[in-house]
């Protein structure tokens, strides 16, 4: 009687430890599968209404519906985006915050200021597209052409005022670069985005912008674009003549755009986050919200990402060295 009774109490006791543990495996799997539980917050490192801050609301917009959670984009401006990325070694790595790339922004400032990041520093989990550089003037001014700029400023160094969304990114690098090859000098006037800059050109209080392709398509017949960078003219602005047709041989890069974590972002997350992110730039609704907005849509994987980070990190330090623009 002793005997089974105690074989009784193991058979319980295995019992109640096996539900117990398959209650608690249970538990840990239902908190897995939750994620993301809570709202997702998404820094642009621009002030809004400029066309990153535009395009990450586009795709936030959709990547939120496949989530299941809201994205709370969250602006952060200063230094062209230093400000911003600058806390990203700080910031939490369980999923729940989620910054903007820029290419060549993240790879440039490094390479020219003390920065508390650099490409490695990011987890990126799309890039969606690639905004050609363009020089606008108003649609008043006497700048009828690309040549005419080239003109003045030959004869006037330094008289012509050009404003960018800041220093170093793809819109400053092709001022710098045509002032190289074509001789001139223009005074740069960098602001907190592209907002802003826009707002200077269209106000009078710069003869001239370095911006990018989407932003001058929505501001319309308000602007007169005299350059667009790329190799070729576009299917989104057919009329417009490249700084290659012009004459300008030089690099003009273009300003492209995506998501990421932070490095070192919790792997669950990471699992949750590259699909639906990837998913959600490959909406036909999606890229057909961004061709309206002006956008010219490059998707890139993570894979594809990082490949981009290293080889262009390459050509933009030559670039910036030939310019003698290197921190020291």
Same mark, same amino acid.
């Given at each position: /009687?002793?005997?089974?009774?105690? /074989?009784?109490? %193991?058979?319980?006791?295995?019992?109640?430890?096996?539900?117990?543990?398959?209650?608690?495996?249970? /538990?840990?799997?239902?908190?897995?599968?939750?994620?993301? $539980?809570?709202?997702?917050?998404?820094?642009?490192?621009? &002030?809004?209404?400029?066309?990153?801050?535009?395009?990450?609301?586009?795709? &936030?917009?959709?990547?939120?519906?496949?989530?299941?959670?809201?994205?709370?984009?969250?602006?952060?401006?200063?230094?062209?985006?230093?400000?911003?990325?600058?806390?990203?070694?700080?910031?939490?790595?369980?999923?729940?915050?989620?910054?903007?790339?820029? !290419?060549?922004?993240?790879?440039?400032?490094?390479?020219?200021?003390?920065?508390?990041?650099?490409?490695?520093?990011?987890?990126?989990?799309?890039?969606?597209?690639? $905004?050609?550089?363009? %020089?606008?003037?108003?649609?008043?001014?006497?700048?009828?052409?690309?040549?005419?700029?080239?003109?003045?400023?030959?004869?006037?160094?330094?008289?012509?005022?050009?404003?960018?969304?800041?220093?170093?990114?793809?819109?400053?690098?092709?001022?710098?670069?045509?002032?190289?090859?074509?001789?001139?000098?223009?005074?740069?006037?960098?602001?907190?985005?592209?907002?802003?800059? !826009?707002?200077?050109?269209?106000?009078?209080?710069? !003869?001239?912008?370095?911006?990018?392709?989407?932003? /001058?398509?929505?501001?319309?017949?308000?602007?007169?674009?005299?350059?667009?960078?790329? $190799?070729?003219?576009?299917?989104?602005?057919?009329?417009?003549?490249?700084?290659?047709?012009?004459?300008?041989?030089?690099?003009?890069?273009?300003?492209?755009?995506?998501?990421?974590?932070?490095?070192?972002?919790?792997?669950?997350?990471?699992?949750?986050?590259?699909?639906?992110?990837?998913?959600?730039?490959?909406?036909?609704?999606?890229?057909?919200?961004?061709?309206?907005?002006?956008?010219?849509?490059?998707?890139?994987?993570?894979?594809?990402?990082?490949?981009?980070?290293?080889?262009?990190?390459?050509?933009?330090?030559?670039?910036?060295?030939?310019?003698?623009?290197?921190?020291?």
């Amino acid at each position: /009687m002793k005997r089974k009774s105690v /074989m009784r109490d %193991w058979v319980i006791a295995s019992i109640t430890l096996s539900l117990a543990l398959l209650l608690v495996l249970g /538990m840990v799997g239902q908190a897995q599968a939750k994620y993301p $539980d809570k709202p997702i917050e998404l820094m642009v490192i621009f &002030s809004a209404g400029g066309p990153t801050d535009t395009e990450i609301r586009i795709l &936030s917009k959709y990547a939120e519906k496949i989530l299941g959670q809201s994205i709370a984009v969250v602006n952060v401006p200063g230094a062209g985006g230093i400000v911003g990325w600058n806390t990203i070694g700080q910031r939490s790595k369980d999923g729940y915050f989620l910054t903007c790339i820029n !290419m060549p922004h993240i790879l440039t400032f490094p390479m020219v200021r003390d920065t508390k990041f650099d490409y490695k520093s990011f987890e990126p989990l799309v890039v969606c597209s690639a $905004d050609p550089t363009v %020089w606008a003037v108003r649609a008043d001014s006497p700048f009828k052409t690309l040549q005419d700029v080239l003109d003045y400023a030959k004869k006037n160094p330094g008289k012509i005022t050009v404003g960018t969304a800041g220093l170093y990114l793809a819109h400053h690098l092709a001022v710098l670069q045509v002032e190289k090859e074509k001789g001139v000098k223009f005074t740069t006037i960098p602001f907190k985005g592209s907002a802003k800059s !826009m707002a200077a050109l269209l106000g009078g209080k710069i !003869m001239l912008l370095s911006d990018t392709l989407s932003d /001058m398509l929505r501001l319309g017949d308000k602007v007169r674009v005299l350059a667009v960078g790329a $190799d070729q003219r576009g299917s989104l602005a057919p009329n417009l003549p490249t700084f290659k047709e012009l004459g300008v041989k030089a690099y003009i890069p273009s300003s492209d755009r995506g998501v990421a974590a932070p490095a070192g972002v919790d792997p669950a997350a990471l699992k949750v986050l590259v699909p639906a992110f990837q998913k959600a730039a490959h909406l036909p609704e999606y890229q057909t919200e961004m061709k309206k907005a002006g956008y010219v849509l490059d998707v890139m994987t993570p894979e594809q990402a990082k490949k981009a980070f290293v080889e262009r990190s390459e050509r933009l330090k030559a670039l910036l060295q030939s310019l003698g623009k290197l921190k020291k």
